[in-house]
């Protein structure tokens, strides 16, 4: 996806994601920031954010 977004000139993903998943992609170093508020949503059962995913050098 990296080089998909950097020859397309895509600068972020927006993605929503489980608090889990949350805490996977910031375990794995990648550079991400809470959309909003950051407040927890229910999408069914499952706790969810928002998260915007810089394409950038830090990736």
Request: aromatic share 6%.
């Amino acid at each position: 996806m990296y080089d998909y977004a950097k020859n397309n000139g895509i600068k972020e993903f927006v993605t929503v994601t489980s608090v889990v998943g949350e805490r996977i992609v910031k375990r794995s170093l990648i550079p991400c920031t809470l959309i909003g508020t950051g407040a927890v949503h229910l999408v069914g059962n499952t706790k969810s954010v928002v998260l915007c995913i810089a394409v950038d050098d830090r990736f």
